[in-house]
């Protein structure tokens, strides 16, 4: 016996934003939207001043600054101003990601989008770095 399943869908529009409660600021927030906040200049830019800008402490060893992984969170309403920024990972204290914090202030940013309307929109910027010790 041969069994045929036909399923039709409904075409929408609009998009399934996801919108929250942000448990830091207490405010609605998009995490999921249809066009992430962008920083104006381009990420590339805000990467650059950010490996150029930051200072590390003093390390005791080589092993010790290997690797740096700083992952921030923030909101960027939709003025563009950032709010309820926040460290969610890090793992060299919290000198190196007070100055990413600052950094990311220094930007003019362009608000997300979610059916084409601006929405404060949940933005989460892992930074990365690769220590290369010379003698």
């Known amino acids: 016996m041969l069994q045929v399943i036909v399923a039709f869908g409904q075409k929408s529009d609009l998009r399934v934003c996801r919108e929250q409660i942000d448990t830091l600021t207490k405010q609605k927030i ?8 962008k920083v104006k200049g381009g990420t590339e830019e805000l990467y650059k001043k950010i490996s150029k800008q930051i200072r590390f402490p ?3 060893s080589d092993s010790d600054a290997s690797s740096i992984k ?5 909101i960027v309403n939709i ?5 309820g920024k926040r460290t969610i990972k890090n793992n060299q204290g919290n000198i190196v990601a007070d ?3 600052n ?3 220094d930007f003019k940013w362009t608000p997300g989008i979610c059916n084409n309307k601006e929405v ?4 989460i910027l892992p930074v990365i770095m690769c ?3 010379s003698d």
């Open 30 to 37: 998009f995490s999921t939207v249809d066009s992430l906040p």
């Open 70 to 74: 700083i992952i921030v969170a923030f």
């Open 99 to 101: 100055q990413l914090l």
């Open 120 to 123: 404060p929109t949940l933005y």
């Open 103 to 105: 950094i990311i202030d």
């Open 58 to 60: 003093h390390f005791q």
């Open 131 to 133: 220590i290369k010790w």
């Open 79 to 83: 003025d563009g101003k950032i709010t």
